[in-house]
C-alpha cells in the first residue's frame, strides 16, 4: 500500500512556505493515492535531540554494552528508519536557515544513517533506496546562477550528500525570493518572487497527475 512521510522543519509557524508547500504536495499526494497511509513528523515544533558526546558511537556499540543514553539515541534510529522504510514517497520541507539546513534535518539525517538499520553493517550498502523523496525548499533571497550568492545554499547542495549513504536520493522543487515582500529593498523582486512560487506550486500539482487517471 502506497505510505507518505510528510515531513516539516521550519520554525515559524503558520508563515511558513515550506509548510504551505509541503501541505499543499501532501493533499496532491493523498488526492492521486487515495487509499494511502501517511505518517507526520513535524521536526520544527519537535526537534530531534543532537546526538552529542553522551549519546553518539550508538550503532557503534553492542546493544548490551551501551550506555543509557546511547540505547535512547538507537531507539531513536530505529523510529526514524522504520517510518523511511515505512514510507513509499517522503516529502520534506526544506526552509534555508543562515545559508544551511535546519539544524533539526541535520539530526534527521544522522539519525538515520544507523549501520545494521539503513546501512548494511558488513558491507555499507543502503538500504533505503528505491523510495521517492521529494524535497521542497524555500529561500528568502536569490542563490540562482549568476548571483551574487550563486552557490551559498549549503542546504540543498548538502542533503544529497547527507543522504547517499542510505540509498534516498532526493527531487528539488525550489522557490526562492520568499523574503522579497516584507524586506525593505527587496520590493522590485516580488514580481520574480510571485512567478517561483508559483512555478514550484504547479509542479507540485503536476507531481502525481498521471495517477489521477488510473
Do not use: C
Request: aromatic share 6%; proline share 8%; net charge negative.
Amino acid at each position: 500500500m502506497a505510505h507518505l512521510l510528510h515531513i516539516d522543519s521550519s520554525i515559524t509557524g503558520p508563515t511558513s512556505v515550506t509548510r504551505a508547500l509541503t501541505a499543499r504536495a501532501a493533499d496532491a499526494w493523498k488526492a492521486a493515492h487515495p487509499d494511502g497511509a501517511v505518517t507526520y513528523r513535524d521536526l520544527g515544533a519537535n526537534p530531534l535531540p543532537h546526538l552529542d558526546s553522551a549519546s553518539a558511537l550508538a550503532g557503534m556499540t553492542p546493544a548490551a554494552e551501551r550506555r543509557p543514553e546511547q540505547a535512547a539515541a538507537w531507539t531513536l534510529s530505529e523510529l526514524v528508519v522504520r517510518e523511511v522504510r515505512e514510507a513509499t514517497t517522503i516529502i520534506v520541507g526544506l526552509p534555508l536557515y543562515n545559508y544551511g539546513a535546519p539544524s533539526s534535518v541535520k539530526a534527521w539525517v544522522d539519525y538515520l544513517i544507523a549501520p545494521g538499520l539503513s546501512i548494511d553493517a558488513d558491507t555499507r550498502t543502503p538500504l533505503l533506496g528505491d523510495r521517492e523523496l521529494l524535497v521542497l525548499a524555500a529561500r528568502g533571497g536569490g542563490y540562482g546562477p549568476g548571483t551574487p550568492r550563486d552557490g551559498w545554499d549549503h542546504a540543498q547542495q548538502w542533503l544529497p550528500h547527507g543522504l547517499s549513504m542510505i540509498g534516498l536520493e532526493p527531487t528539488f522543487i525550489t522557490t526562492e525570493l520568499t523574503l522579497a515582500a516584507v524586506t525593505p529593498g527587496m520590493g522590485d523582486l516580488v514580481p520574480l518572487a510571485e512567478q517561483s512560487r508559483t512555478a514550484a506550486e504547479h509542479a507540485i500539482d503536476q507531481r502525481w497527475a498521471p495517477a489521477y487517471a488510473q
